[in-house]
C-alpha cells in the first residue's frame, strides 16, 4: 500500500476544527483472464488520525518506518505512528505563533530531520527508537524561507521561499555554502535536490520559470533554465535524475527530460474547470 496524508477542516459545535486524515492507497489486481474487459481501479480509504494534540500545517513521511513528521502551526514538530494511530512525541521548534512551513528527513541519517519555521530558523531534530524526539541543532536565521530540502549524503541542505534567494548551508557547522540572489524574477517557492548527484539542484518559482544549478559552478547562474506556462509551486527530480517533474497553479503539470531540455508530457486545466 502507498499512503499519503491530507489536513481536513470539519466543523464542530465548538466551531472549526483541524484534522489529520490518512489515504491508502490499496493496489488493486486486474480481473482474471477470462474477464480482461473487466478493469479495477485504486480504491481509496481515510482512516482520520488522532490529532487533539496537533494544528497540522506541514508533513513528512519517513522512508521506512511508519512515523511520519508534522510541523504545526503553533511552532511544534511532533512525530505521529500512523500504525498505531497516535502522537508518539512533540517538541518546540519555535515561538508559539512561528508555523513550521518545511520538513525534510535526512538521505543517509535516518534517525534526523530538519525543521524550518515561518521566519526562517532552521532546526535539526534527533529521533531515538521513534519515541523521543529533541532539537539537536539550531541554525542562523535564514530570512524570508520557509521551503527547506537536504542533498543526498547528508552535507548541505538549500533553504527558499518568500524571495528571490536561495541559501545553502552546510549541515555540520553551519556555515553558508552557497548564497544565489537574485536568482530568480520571483518568488522561490521550492528548492530539491538531485538523488544521486549532492552537488545538482533544482528550484521553481512563481515567475514562470525553472532552473538547475550546480554548486561546483562559480558565479550565480543557472547551469540550465526553462520557462513554463503558469507560475510554479512545486518540483521533484526523477529516481534516476534524468527527469524532472513541476506543477503549477491551475492544476499545470509538466515532465521535462534534462537531456532533451524540452517538455515530454504535460497536463493542465483551467481553475474554472
Known amino acids: 500500500p502507498k499512503c499519503t496524508f491530507r489536513t481536513t477542516n470539519s466543523a464542530t ?10 489515504t491508502i492507497w490499496l493496489d488493486q489486481r486486474l480481473a482474471p ?6 478493469w479495477t481501479y485504486p480504491t481509496y480509504e481515510a ?8 494544528q497540522p500545517r506541514q508533513f513528512e513521511f519517513h522512508r521506512s ?5 508534522v510541523g504545526t502551526c503553533d511552532g511544534k514538530v511532533a512525530l505521529l505512528n500512523w500504525e498505531e494511530n497516535k502522537v508518539v512525541c512533540s517538541v518546540s521548534h519555535s515561538k508559539k505563533d512561528d508555523g513550521v512551513m518545511g520538513l525534510c528527513w535526512l538521505q543517509k541519517h535516518s534517525s534526523y530531520f530538519l525543521g524550518l519555521s515561518n521566519t526562517g530558523w532552521p532546526v535539526l531534530f534527533h529521533t531515538h527508537h521513534e519515541t523521543k524526539l529533541k532539537q539537536e541543532h539550531r541554525y542562523r536565521q535564514l530570512k524570508d524561507t520557509n521551503s527547506i530540502h537536504c542533498n543526498m549524503n547528508d552535507t548541505c541542505f538549500v533553504a ?4 528571490r534567494n536561495m541559501f545553502v548551508t552546510d549541515l555540520y557547522t553551519g556555515d553558508p555554502v552557497r548564497f544565489f ?10 528548492c530539491k535536490f538531485a538523488h544521486h548527484m549532492p552537488h545538482i539542484l533544482l528550484s521553481c518559482s512563481l515567475d514562470t520559470t525553472v532552473k538547475l544549478w550546480d554548486l561546483r559552478v562559480r558565479g550565480s547562474r543557472a547551469v540550465l533554465s526553462w520557462r513554463t506556462d503558469k ?15 513541476v506543477s503549477g497553479i491551475d492544476n499545470h503539470v509538466v515532465q521535462h527530460e534534462l537531456a532533451a531540455r524540452v517538455p515530454i508530457s504535460s497536463s493542465s486545466s ?4
Not at 181 to 190: D, L
Not at 270 to 273: A, E, G, K, M, Q
Open 13 to 22: 459545535a465548538e466551531g472549526p476544527s483541524r484534522c489529520l486524515s490518512l
Open 33 to 38: 483472464r477470462h474477464s480482461l474487459r473487466r
Open 47 to 54: 482512516i482520520a488520525l488522532d490529532s487533539s494534540q496537533l
Open 65 to 69: 518506518q511508519p512515523c511520519v513528521a
Open 160 to 163: 527558499s521561499g518568500m524571495s
Open 181 to 190: 540572489e537574485n536568482a530568480h524574477q520571483g518568488h522561490i517557492n521550492v
Open 231 to 245: 507560475p510554479n509551486v512545486t518540483v521533484c527530480f526523477s529516481p534516476n535524475d534524468d527527469k524532472f517533474l
Open 270 to 273: 483551467s481553475s474554472s474547470s
